[in-house]
Protein backbone atom coordinates (compact mmCIF):
# COMPACT_ATOMS: atom_id res chain seq x y z
CA UNK A 1 0.00 0.00 0.00
CA UNK A 2 1.82 3.28 -1.03
CA UNK A 3 1.13 6.50 0.78
CA UNK A 4 -2.35 7.94 -1.04
CA UNK A 5 -3.99 4.03 -0.38
CA UNK A 6 -2.93 4.31 2.96
CA UNK A 7 -4.16 7.78 3.51
CA UNK A 8 -7.55 6.86 1.41
CA UNK A 9 -7.99 4.09 4.07
CA UNK A 10 -7.67 6.26 6.85
CA UNK A 11 -10.37 8.80 4.83
CA UNK A 12 -12.03 5.57 4.78
CA UNK A 13 -11.79 4.67 8.21
CA UNK A 14 -13.29 8.35 9.56
CA UNK A 15 -16.09 7.98 7.21
CA UNK A 16 -17.20 4.37 8.64
CA UNK A 17 -16.85 5.84 11.78
CA UNK A 18 -19.53 8.63 11.34
CA UNK A 19 -21.50 6.48 9.30
CA UNK A 20 -21.92 4.26 12.30
CA UNK A 21 -22.66 7.11 14.39
CA UNK A 22 -25.68 7.83 12.23
CA UNK A 23 -26.97 3.94 12.60
CA UNK A 24 -28.68 4.35 16.00
CA UNK A 25 -32.25 5.33 14.55
CA UNK A 26 -35.17 3.46 15.54
CA UNK A 27 -35.34 0.45 15.44
CA UNK A 28 -31.26 0.03 14.82
CA UNK A 29 -32.09 0.13 11.38
CA UNK A 30 -29.22 2.92 9.65
CA UNK A 31 -31.04 5.77 8.58
CA UNK A 32 -30.05 9.03 6.61
CA UNK A 33 -31.45 12.42 7.02
CA UNK A 34 -35.15 12.15 7.49
CA UNK A 35 -35.19 14.38 4.28
CA UNK A 36 -32.72 12.82 2.19
CA UNK A 37 -33.41 12.64 -1.38
CA UNK A 38 -36.35 15.02 -1.31
CA UNK A 39 -37.62 18.10 -3.40
CA UNK A 40 -37.66 19.80 0.26
CA UNK A 41 -35.16 20.04 2.96
CA UNK A 42 -36.09 19.39 6.94
CA UNK A 43 -33.60 21.68 8.92
CA UNK A 44 -32.68 22.46 12.41
CA UNK A 45 -30.73 24.73 14.01
CA UNK A 46 -27.10 24.15 15.76
CA UNK A 47 -26.32 25.95 19.02
CA UNK A 48 -22.64 25.56 19.97
CA UNK A 49 -21.35 22.27 19.43
CA UNK A 50 -22.93 20.52 16.24
CA UNK A 51 -25.21 17.55 18.04
CA UNK A 52 -23.78 14.23 17.40
CA UNK A 53 -27.36 12.71 15.99
CA UNK A 54 -27.76 16.00 13.80
CA UNK A 55 -27.46 14.50 10.77
CA UNK A 56 -29.52 11.18 11.82
CA UNK A 57 -32.39 13.65 11.13
CA UNK A 58 -31.84 17.07 9.62
CA UNK A 59 -29.89 18.36 6.59
CA UNK A 60 -30.17 21.78 6.38
CA UNK A 61 -28.21 24.57 9.72
CA UNK A 62 -29.66 27.73 10.98
CA UNK A 63 -27.96 29.49 13.57
CA UNK A 64 -29.64 29.50 16.72
CA UNK A 65 -28.14 32.51 18.13
CA UNK A 66 -24.51 32.75 16.93
CA UNK A 67 -25.75 34.84 13.59
CA UNK A 68 -27.61 37.30 15.78
CA UNK A 69 -25.69 40.84 15.45
CA UNK A 70 -24.87 41.05 19.29
CA UNK A 71 -23.65 37.48 19.34
CA UNK A 72 -20.90 38.40 16.59
CA UNK A 73 -20.32 41.79 17.51
CA UNK A 74 -20.74 42.27 21.39
CA UNK A 75 -18.24 44.66 21.20
CA UNK A 76 -17.98 47.19 18.37
CA UNK A 77 -15.46 45.55 15.69
CA UNK A 78 -14.20 42.91 17.60
CA UNK A 79 -15.90 40.17 15.89
CA UNK A 80 -16.68 37.10 17.69
CA UNK A 81 -17.22 33.75 14.78
CA UNK A 82 -16.20 30.59 16.32
CA UNK A 83 -20.16 29.56 17.31
CA UNK A 84 -20.92 30.55 13.70
CA UNK A 85 -17.98 28.81 12.04
CA UNK A 86 -18.57 25.68 14.26
CA UNK A 87 -22.03 25.52 12.45
CA UNK A 88 -21.04 26.70 8.83
CA UNK A 89 -18.24 24.30 8.64
CA UNK A 90 -20.29 21.56 10.13
CA UNK A 91 -22.67 22.16 6.96
CA UNK A 92 -20.51 23.06 4.28
CA UNK A 93 -18.88 19.32 5.21
CA UNK A 94 -22.07 17.35 5.47
CA UNK A 95 -23.37 18.83 2.16
CA UNK A 96 -26.39 20.92 3.80
CA UNK A 97 -27.55 24.32 2.88
CA UNK A 98 -27.00 26.94 5.99
CA UNK A 99 -29.24 29.65 6.16
CA UNK A 100 -27.87 32.73 8.08
CA UNK A 101 -30.00 34.16 10.98
CA UNK A 102 -30.18 37.42 11.33
CA UNK A 103 -28.92 40.68 9.60
CA UNK A 104 -31.43 43.14 10.57
CA UNK A 105 -33.23 42.65 13.75
CA UNK A 106 -34.40 44.49 17.13
CA UNK A 107 -34.25 42.02 19.00
CA UNK A 108 -30.83 40.86 19.98
CA UNK A 109 -28.85 44.07 19.04
CA UNK A 110 -25.60 44.91 20.33
CA UNK A 111 -25.87 47.14 23.17
CA UNK A 112 -23.57 50.00 21.80
CA UNK A 113 -25.85 50.46 18.74
CA UNK A 114 -28.02 52.89 20.20
CA UNK A 115 -25.35 55.39 21.03
CA UNK A 116 -23.99 56.05 17.50
CA UNK A 117 -25.03 58.63 15.14
CA UNK A 118 -27.12 57.66 12.39
CA UNK A 119 -24.59 57.29 10.23
CA UNK A 120 -22.37 55.23 12.06
CA UNK A 121 -25.52 53.09 12.72
CA UNK A 122 -25.50 52.42 8.71
CA UNK A 123 -22.23 51.54 8.72
CA UNK A 124 -21.74 49.36 11.25
CA UNK A 125 -24.72 47.11 9.73
CA UNK A 126 -23.42 47.32 6.30
CA UNK A 127 -20.25 46.58 7.68
CA UNK A 128 -21.39 43.17 10.10
CA UNK A 129 -23.51 42.41 6.37
CA UNK A 130 -20.13 42.61 4.82
CA UNK A 131 -18.09 40.59 7.24
CA UNK A 132 -20.55 38.00 7.21
CA UNK A 133 -20.74 37.90 3.51
CA UNK A 134 -16.76 38.12 3.07
CA UNK A 135 -16.21 34.80 5.86
CA UNK A 136 -19.27 33.10 4.96
CA UNK A 137 -19.32 33.38 0.85
CA UNK A 138 -21.38 29.80 0.14
CA UNK A 139 -23.92 30.83 2.20
CA UNK A 140 -27.21 29.37 0.75
CA UNK A 141 -29.99 31.80 2.70
CA UNK A 142 -29.94 34.56 4.81
CA UNK A 143 -32.73 35.73 6.73
CA UNK A 144 -32.17 39.55 5.69
CA UNK A 145 -34.43 41.00 7.95
CA UNK A 146 -35.95 39.66 10.82
CA UNK A 147 -39.65 40.34 12.29
CA UNK A 148 -40.06 43.83 10.45
CA UNK A 149 -43.70 43.51 11.42
CA UNK A 150 -43.47 42.97 15.63
CA UNK A 151 -39.85 43.57 16.57
CA UNK A 152 -38.30 46.47 14.00
CA UNK A 153 -34.72 47.17 14.27
CA UNK A 154 -34.25 50.10 16.90
CA UNK A 155 -32.03 51.77 14.04
CA UNK A 156 -34.41 51.67 11.46
CA UNK A 157 -34.49 55.79 10.31
CA UNK A 158 -30.42 55.10 9.67
CA UNK A 159 -31.40 52.76 7.00
CA UNK A 160 -33.84 54.71 5.66
CA UNK A 161 -36.87 54.94 7.91
CA UNK A 162 -40.18 54.49 6.48
CA UNK A 163 -39.29 56.41 3.42
CA UNK A 164 -41.30 56.65 0.24
CA UNK A 165 -41.84 52.73 0.28
CA UNK A 166 -43.38 53.11 3.67
CA UNK A 167 -40.70 50.19 4.10
CA UNK A 168 -37.29 51.83 2.73
CA UNK A 169 -35.16 50.45 5.60
CA UNK A 170 -35.74 47.00 4.30
CA UNK A 171 -35.12 47.74 0.94
CA UNK A 172 -31.80 49.27 1.83
CA UNK A 173 -31.05 46.38 4.16
CA UNK A 174 -31.54 44.21 1.32
CA UNK A 175 -29.65 45.62 -1.14
CA UNK A 176 -26.65 45.78 1.09
CA UNK A 177 -27.44 42.32 1.60
CA UNK A 178 -27.57 41.48 -2.58
CA UNK A 179 -24.72 43.51 -3.16
CA UNK A 180 -21.98 41.46 -0.61
CA UNK A 181 -23.60 38.32 -0.67
CA UNK A 182 -24.54 38.10 -4.31
CA UNK A 183 -25.05 34.42 -4.49
CA UNK A 184 -26.91 33.81 -1.52
CA UNK A 185 -31.02 33.53 -1.51
CA UNK A 186 -32.34 36.41 0.15
CA UNK A 187 -35.55 35.72 2.82
CA UNK A 188 -37.49 37.53 5.39
CA UNK A 189 -38.87 36.10 8.23
CA UNK A 190 -41.71 36.97 10.41
CA UNK A 191 -43.82 35.31 13.50
CA UNK A 192 -47.60 35.18 13.42
CA UNK A 193 -48.18 34.84 9.67
CA UNK A 194 -49.50 31.24 9.63
CA UNK A 195 -52.43 31.82 11.85
CA UNK A 196 -53.48 35.24 10.95
CA UNK A 197 -54.64 36.55 7.64
CA UNK A 198 -54.26 40.09 8.84
CA UNK A 199 -51.00 40.16 9.66
CA UNK A 200 -49.99 38.09 6.89
CA UNK A 201 -51.54 40.47 4.02
CA UNK A 202 -49.13 43.07 5.78
CA UNK A 203 -45.97 40.87 5.57
CA UNK A 204 -46.94 40.60 1.42
CA UNK A 205 -46.64 44.30 1.08
CA UNK A 206 -43.26 44.28 2.46
CA UNK A 207 -42.50 41.32 0.02
CA UNK A 208 -44.18 42.97 -2.47
CA UNK A 209 -41.97 45.96 -2.57
CA UNK A 210 -39.01 43.95 -1.91
CA UNK A 211 -40.17 41.61 -5.23
CA UNK A 212 -40.94 44.82 -7.63
CA UNK A 213 -36.68 45.27 -6.82
CA UNK A 214 -35.97 42.07 -7.74
CA UNK A 215 -33.63 41.98 -3.60
CA UNK A 216 -35.83 38.77 -2.12
CA UNK A 217 -36.02 35.21 -2.84
CA UNK A 218 -38.35 33.68 -0.58
CA UNK A 219 -40.31 34.86 1.97
CA UNK A 220 -39.65 32.51 6.04
CA UNK A 221 -42.85 32.08 8.41
CA UNK A 222 -41.45 31.12 11.55
CA UNK A 223 -44.34 29.16 12.61
CA UNK A 224 -43.60 28.98 17.01
CA UNK A 225 -46.20 26.44 19.09
CA UNK A 226 -48.23 29.99 19.93
CA UNK A 227 -49.23 30.03 16.33
CA UNK A 228 -49.06 26.52 15.83
CA UNK A 229 -50.12 24.61 18.46
CA UNK A 230 -53.73 24.98 18.01
CA UNK A 231 -54.48 26.20 14.43
CA UNK A 232 -56.60 24.41 12.20
CA UNK A 233 -54.99 22.37 8.74
CA UNK A 234 -57.42 24.13 7.09
CA UNK A 235 -56.39 27.18 8.13
CA UNK A 236 -52.26 26.56 7.46
CA UNK A 237 -53.56 25.54 3.85
CA UNK A 238 -55.42 29.05 3.57
CA UNK A 239 -52.89 31.15 4.55
CA UNK A 240 -49.98 29.20 2.65
CA UNK A 241 -52.13 29.81 -0.79
CA UNK A 242 -51.86 33.56 -0.25
CA UNK A 243 -48.39 34.04 0.90
CA UNK A 244 -47.49 31.48 -1.98
CA UNK A 245 -49.34 33.81 -4.37
CA UNK A 246 -46.14 36.20 -4.44
CA UNK A 247 -44.63 33.62 -6.40
CA UNK A 248 -41.99 33.49 -4.45
CA UNK A 249 -40.82 30.23 -2.35
CA UNK A 250 -42.11 29.33 1.03
CA UNK A 251 -39.64 28.38 3.88
CA UNK A 252 -41.02 27.30 7.74
CA UNK A 253 -38.23 29.08 9.32
CA UNK A 254 -38.05 28.06 12.88
CA UNK A 255 -40.92 25.32 13.82
CA UNK A 256 -41.83 23.48 16.98
CA UNK A 257 -45.07 22.43 18.60
CA UNK A 258 -45.45 21.93 22.04
CA UNK A 259 -47.11 19.22 24.88
CA UNK A 260 -46.91 15.68 26.07
CA UNK A 261 -45.35 12.72 24.20
CA UNK A 262 -49.51 12.33 23.15
CA UNK A 263 -50.56 15.96 22.66
CA UNK A 264 -47.01 16.83 20.76
CA UNK A 265 -47.64 13.95 18.31
CA UNK A 266 -51.35 14.77 17.29
CA UNK A 267 -50.33 17.80 16.76
CA UNK A 268 -47.74 16.51 14.39
CA UNK A 269 -49.53 14.21 12.48
CA UNK A 270 -52.66 17.03 12.55
CA UNK A 271 -50.38 19.86 11.05
CA UNK A 272 -47.10 19.38 9.56
CA UNK A 273 -48.37 17.24 6.35
CA UNK A 274 -50.41 20.35 5.60
CA UNK A 275 -47.12 22.49 5.56
CA UNK A 276 -45.06 19.80 4.18
CA UNK A 277 -46.95 18.85 1.10
CA UNK A 278 -47.89 22.55 0.29
CA UNK A 279 -46.45 22.95 -3.37
CA UNK A 280 -45.70 26.68 -2.10
CA UNK A 281 -43.09 25.00 0.95
CA UNK A 282 -39.85 25.06 -0.19
CA UNK A 283 -38.15 23.81 3.26
CA UNK A 284 -38.95 23.30 6.45
CA UNK A 285 -36.45 24.10 9.83
CA UNK A 286 -37.32 23.55 13.40
CA UNK A 287 -36.14 25.54 15.74
CA UNK A 288 -34.66 22.71 18.32
CA UNK A 289 -34.66 19.01 19.24
CA UNK A 290 -33.12 18.32 22.05
CA UNK A 291 -34.35 18.16 25.78
CA UNK A 292 -32.98 21.44 27.87
CA UNK A 293 -31.78 22.45 24.73
CA UNK A 294 -35.08 24.36 23.25
CA UNK A 295 -36.24 27.47 23.73
CA UNK A 296 -39.66 26.58 24.80
CA UNK A 297 -40.54 23.79 27.15
CA UNK A 298 -42.02 20.41 25.80
CA UNK A 299 -40.56 21.27 22.23
CA UNK A 300 -38.12 18.55 21.99
CA UNK A 301 -38.59 15.80 20.13
CA UNK A 302 -35.46 13.68 21.11
CA UNK A 303 -35.08 12.81 25.03
CA UNK A 304 -32.10 13.84 27.08
CA UNK A 305 -31.31 9.83 27.02
CA UNK A 306 -31.49 10.32 23.26
CA UNK A 307 -35.01 8.38 22.65
CA UNK A 308 -37.08 9.63 19.99
CA UNK A 309 -40.73 10.96 21.57
CA UNK A 310 -43.53 9.79 19.60
CA UNK A 311 -44.14 12.81 17.21
CA UNK A 312 -40.03 12.37 15.67
CA UNK A 313 -40.65 8.65 14.90
CA UNK A 314 -43.80 9.85 13.45
CA UNK A 315 -42.05 12.92 11.57
CA UNK A 316 -39.65 10.36 9.99
CA UNK A 317 -41.68 7.55 8.71
CA UNK A 318 -43.91 10.26 7.52
CA UNK A 319 -41.23 12.52 5.40
CA UNK A 320 -39.70 9.24 4.09
CA UNK A 321 -42.68 7.85 2.64
CA UNK A 322 -44.00 11.67 1.45
CA UNK A 323 -42.02 12.77 -1.50
CA UNK A 324 -43.77 16.24 -0.81
CA UNK A 325 -44.31 18.22 -3.48
CA UNK A 326 -43.28 21.76 -4.82
CA UNK A 327 -40.07 22.87 -3.44
CA UNK A 328 -36.52 24.03 -4.44
CA UNK A 329 -35.12 20.50 -5.06
CA UNK A 330 -32.10 21.50 -3.88
CA UNK A 331 -29.46 18.77 -4.05
CA UNK A 332 -26.07 19.34 -1.89
CA UNK A 333 -23.22 17.97 -3.27
CA UNK A 334 -19.72 16.66 -1.36
CA UNK A 335 -16.85 15.96 -4.21
CA UNK A 336 -14.19 14.90 -1.65
CA UNK A 337 -10.98 15.20 -3.57
CA UNK A 338 -7.48 16.57 -3.11
CA UNK A 339 -4.33 17.30 -5.81
CA UNK A 340 -0.81 15.94 -5.50
CA UNK A 341 0.86 19.17 -6.07
CA UNK A 342 -1.98 21.72 -4.47
CA UNK A 343 -2.41 23.52 -8.06
CA UNK A 344 -5.05 20.96 -9.82
CA UNK A 345 -8.30 22.42 -10.33
CA UNK A 346 -11.36 20.37 -11.20
CA UNK A 347 -14.60 21.47 -12.27
CA UNK A 348 -18.45 19.71 -11.73
CA UNK A 349 -20.67 19.42 -14.26
CA UNK A 350 -24.33 18.91 -13.83
CA UNK A 351 -26.07 18.21 -17.33
CA UNK A 352 -23.20 19.29 -19.13
CA UNK A 353 -23.20 22.59 -17.41
CA UNK A 354 -19.97 23.41 -15.59
CA UNK A 355 -21.40 24.25 -12.24
CA UNK A 356 -18.15 24.81 -10.08
CA UNK A 357 -14.75 24.78 -10.07
CA UNK A 358 -12.03 24.30 -7.52
CA UNK A 359 -8.31 24.64 -6.68
CA UNK A 360 -7.64 21.03 -4.56
CA UNK A 361 -5.47 21.23 -1.55
CA UNK A 362 -3.09 18.46 -1.09
CA UNK A 363 -5.29 16.77 1.66
CA UNK A 364 -8.51 15.01 1.04
CA UNK A 365 -11.51 17.77 1.69
CA UNK A 366 -14.85 17.87 1.19
CA UNK A 367 -15.73 20.75 -1.63
CA UNK A 368 -19.21 21.56 -1.59
CA UNK A 369 -22.00 23.30 -3.98
CA UNK A 370 -26.04 23.16 -3.90
CA UNK A 371 -27.72 23.05 -6.85
CA UNK A 372 -31.32 22.64 -8.65
CA UNK A 373 -29.79 21.14 -11.68
CA UNK A 374 -30.29 17.65 -12.44
CA UNK A 375 -29.19 15.35 -15.14
CA UNK A 376 -25.31 13.20 -15.72
CA UNK A 377 -22.95 14.80 -13.31
CA UNK A 378 -19.06 14.55 -13.94
CA UNK A 379 -15.80 15.94 -11.96
CA UNK A 380 -13.37 16.72 -14.71
CA UNK A 381 -9.31 17.16 -14.15
CA UNK A 382 -8.53 20.58 -16.39
CA UNK A 383 -5.16 21.58 -15.83
CA UNK A 384 -3.04 18.25 -15.92
CA UNK A 385 1.10 18.81 -16.18
CA UNK A 386 3.85 17.41 -14.92
CA UNK A 387 3.57 16.30 -10.74
CA UNK A 388 -0.27 17.03 -11.32
CA UNK A 389 -2.88 14.03 -10.09
CA UNK A 390 -6.30 14.37 -8.64
CA UNK A 391 -7.61 11.70 -6.49
CA UNK A 392 -11.24 11.60 -6.28
CA UNK A 393 -12.72 9.35 -2.94
CA UNK A 394 -16.18 10.25 -3.89
CA UNK A 395 -19.13 12.46 -4.76
CA UNK A 396 -22.24 12.79 -2.55
CA UNK A 397 -25.94 13.69 -3.33
CA UNK A 398 -27.82 14.79 -0.38
CA UNK A 399 -25.17 13.13 2.05
CA UNK A 400 -25.93 9.48 -0.36
CA UNK A 401 -22.14 8.74 -1.40
CA UNK A 402 -21.36 7.22 -4.58
CA UNK A 403 -17.60 6.00 -4.81
CA UNK A 404 -15.31 7.28 -7.50
CA UNK A 405 -13.45 3.74 -7.46
CA UNK A 406 -16.91 2.35 -8.27
CA UNK A 407 -17.87 4.48 -10.98
CA UNK A 408 -17.23 2.97 -14.67
CA UNK A 409 -16.76 6.08 -16.67
CA UNK A 410 -13.41 7.47 -15.91
CA UNK A 411 -11.59 9.04 -18.88
CA UNK A 412 -8.64 10.43 -17.31
CA UNK A 413 -7.20 7.61 -15.49
CA UNK A 414 -3.64 6.06 -16.75
CA UNK A 415 -4.42 2.70 -17.67
CA UNK A 416 -3.21 0.03 -20.03
CA UNK A 417 -0.35 2.11 -21.57
CA UNK A 418 -2.71 5.41 -22.38
CA UNK A 419 -5.29 8.12 -20.38
CA UNK A 420 -8.51 6.30 -19.96
CA UNK A 421 -7.04 3.19 -21.39
CA UNK A 422 -8.85 0.73 -19.14
CA UNK A 423 -12.41 -0.29 -17.45
CA UNK A 424 -12.76 3.13 -15.94
CA UNK A 425 -13.11 2.08 -12.04
CA UNK A 426 -10.52 4.14 -10.40
CA UNK A 427 -10.32 7.14 -7.62
CA UNK A 428 -7.35 8.15 -9.74
CA UNK A 429 -7.58 10.74 -12.32
CA UNK A 430 -3.94 11.61 -13.72
CA UNK A 431 -4.47 13.32 -17.32
CA UNK A 432 -7.24 15.92 -18.10
CA UNK A 433 -10.58 13.71 -18.16
CA UNK A 434 -13.46 12.78 -16.46
CA UNK A 435 -15.44 10.58 -13.98
CA UNK A 436 -18.95 10.20 -14.33
CA UNK A 437 -20.84 9.78 -11.12
CA UNK A 438 -24.31 9.59 -12.99
CA UNK A 439 -27.83 11.18 -13.17
CA UNK A 440 -28.55 13.81 -9.94
C1 LIG B 1 -34.53 32.49 20.37
C2 LIG B 1 -33.49 31.49 20.79
O1 LIG B 1 -33.95 30.20 20.50
C3 LIG B 1 -33.21 31.64 22.28
O2 LIG B 1 -32.10 30.83 22.65
C4 LIG B 1 -32.88 33.09 22.60
O3 LIG B 1 -32.74 33.22 23.98
C5 LIG B 1 -33.96 34.01 22.10
O4 LIG B 1 -34.15 33.79 20.72
N1 LIG B 1 -37.78 34.13 16.79
C6 LIG B 1 -36.52 34.14 16.24
C7 LIG B 1 -35.41 33.43 16.92
O5 LIG B 1 -36.31 34.67 15.14
O6 LIG B 1 -34.18 34.04 16.73
C8 LIG B 1 -35.70 33.25 18.40
O7 LIG B 1 -34.67 32.45 18.96
C9 LIG B 1 -37.06 32.68 18.62
C10 LIG B 1 -38.11 33.58 18.06
Redesign the pocket.
Known sequence: MNTSHLFKALGRAVVCTSAALGMLGSGGLAHAQIAVGKTKFLGN?I?GNPPGNFSMYWNQVSP??AG?WDAVEPVRDQMNWGQLDAAYNYARSNGFPFKQ??FV?G??EPKWIGGLSAQQQAHEVEDFIRQYCQRYPQTQYI?VV??PLHQPASYREALGGAGSTGWDWIVWSFQKARQHCPTAKLLI?E?GIINDANALNRYKVIVDILKSRGLIDGVGI?S?YFSMDNLAPATIKQNLDSLAQTGLPIYV??LDMTGDDATQLARYQQKFPALWTHPGVAGVTL??YIEGQ??VANSHLVRRDGSERPALTWLGNYVRSNPGSGGAANKSIVVRARGTSGQERVTLRVGGTAVQTWTLGKTMTNYTFTTTLSGGSTVEFTNDATGRDVQVDYLSVNGSVRQAESQTYNTGVYQNGRCGGGSGRSDWLHCNGAIGFGDL
Open positions: IAENKHTWSQDNENYQHSEWGTW
